[in-house]
């Protein structure tokens, strides 16, 4: 399995983790991943997680993630805590982690889009 053909133009746009820090991060006990697609996006796709990584979610836009600019330590309440954060293709995605970063989250990745994260486990790397 290869990553999709638009990849790189989109984890250059919008700073994605490479594929080794994701699965890095998947393995480590503790991390975060945040989902910030819709609702309706979450119910056609969910990406399944190690039973040691917290999965949660957030509404975000590609200019704005409200819950986060205001409560984010109700998705992570750890702001040392590895974070991914993935939505459909990135954009959203890098809305989330800017956001966090703000707030003080220090180890936030974007971890691009849902088909990205569910490729990077079957890469090798």
Same mark, same amino acid.
């Given at each position: 399995?290869? &990553? *999709?053909?638009?990849?790189?133009?989109?984890?250059?746009?919008?700073?994605? *983790?490479?594929?080794?820090?994701?699965? %890095?991060?998947?393995?480590?006990?503790?991390?975060?991943?945040?989902?910030?697609?819709?609702? %309706?996006?979450?119910?056609?796709?969910?990406?399944?997680?190690?039973?040691?990584?917290?999965?949660?979610?957030?509404?975000?836009?590609?200019? $704005?993630?409200?819950? &986060?600019?205001?409560?984010?330590? $109700?998705?992570?309440?750890?702001?040392?805590?590895?974070? !991914?954060?993935?939505?459909?293709?990135? *954009?959203?995605?890098?809305?989330?982690?800017?956001?966090?970063?703000? $707030?003080?989250?220090?180890?936030? &990745?974007?971890?691009?889009?849902?088909? %990205?994260?569910?490729?990077?486990? $079957? &890469?090798? !790397?």
């Amino acid at each position: 399995m290869s &990553l *999709a053909p638009d990849y790189e133009t989109r984890a250059q746009m919008n700073d994605f *983790a490479s594929p080794k820090e994701i699965v %890095d991060a998947l393995a480590r006990p503790g991390t975060v991943v945040l989902d910030v697609r819709t609702e %309706d996006e979450i119910a056609e796709a969910k990406l399944e997680t190690p039973d040691s990584v917290h999965w949660t979610k957030t509404g975000c836009s590609r200019t $704005q993630c409200p819950a &986060l600019e205001t409560d984010p330590s $109700q998705f992570v309440k750890d702001k040392n805590a590895t974070v !991914i954060v993935y939505c459909a293709s990135g *954009a959203r995605a890098n809305r989330a982690k800017i956001t966090l970063e703000k $707030q003080g989250y220090t180890k936030v &990745l974007n971890g691009g889009g849902l088909k %990205d994260m569910l490729v990077y486990p $079957q &890469l090798d !790397i």
